[in-house]
């Protein structure tokens, strides 16, 4: 499944219009539900005026209401609720759902979800239809590792471990292992070198990237 960066730039998100005023600071939505008077969030910040950023939710006319949980004299962690954003409406109605942390940073919101190809292109479409500036800043291929090798690479690959062939000193040779799975020294070493590929290749990404 698809593995998507999105940055949103939501015109009715409390913090991401805090942020534009404070661009060089950075905040974090840790968590958000659904509550009777709208959608109440968990935001966290280092800033170097946590008043001015506590004065803000008392000003803001979309907070219907919020609490400090913790303060410090550069840091907070505030719970507020607001009516339901275009930003969390979008996701839910194209079949997603919001993935926390969500990072604002200058207006932006920036998200990281896995999700499927379909789904991804409902999100844009979601975005589009609520005039939400958007960007997909990276899409990379998430593959669970029982779906990375076939059922016999596996089978191999886990014997190849538990015998000992991949410590040093090895406990079992490659002949070993061919005989334990009652095949030729040629076919092991075919099916342990194709399953490594996938495996580094996996692990390593593009090299040109």
């Not at 974090?28 to 109440?40: A, D, F």
Request: aromatic residues 8%; hydrophobic residues 35%; proline residues 7%.
């Amino acid at each position: 499944m698809p593995r998507a960066r999105v940055k949103v730039k939501p015109p009715d998100d409390v913090i991401a219009e805090y942020s534009l005023q404070h661009p060089d600071e950075e905040f974090w939505t840790l968590t958000g539900h659904p509550t009777e008077n709208g959608l109440t969030f968990l935001v966290a910040t280092e800033t170097a005026d946590i008043t001015a950023f506590v004065q803000f939710f008392a000003d803001s006319p979309e907070v219907t209401s919020y609490e400090v949980l913790d303060i410090e004299h550069q840091g907070g962690l505030i719970e507020y609720t607001v009516p339901e954003p275009a930003l969390h409406r979008a996701i839910v109605s194209s079949g997603n759902l919001p993935t926390y942390p969500l990072v604002v940073r200058n207006g932006w919101v920036i998200s990281e979800m896995i999700t499927s190809h379909d789904r991804l292109s409902e999100l844009k479409q979601a975005f589009e239809q609520n005039n939400l500036p958007y960007e997909i800043t990276s899409l990379t291929q998430s593959l669970e590792p029982t779906a990375l090798l076939t059922d016999k690479q596996r089978e191999f690959v886990v014997a190849a471990i538990t015998q000992g062939y991949y410590e040093q000193p090895r406990r079992c040779s490659l002949t070993d292992l061919a005989e334990s799975m009652d095949v030729s020294k040629s076919t092991a070493s075919r099916i342990l070198h194709r399953a490594e590929g996938k495996i580094i290749t996996q692990f390593i990404g593009d090299p040109a990237m």
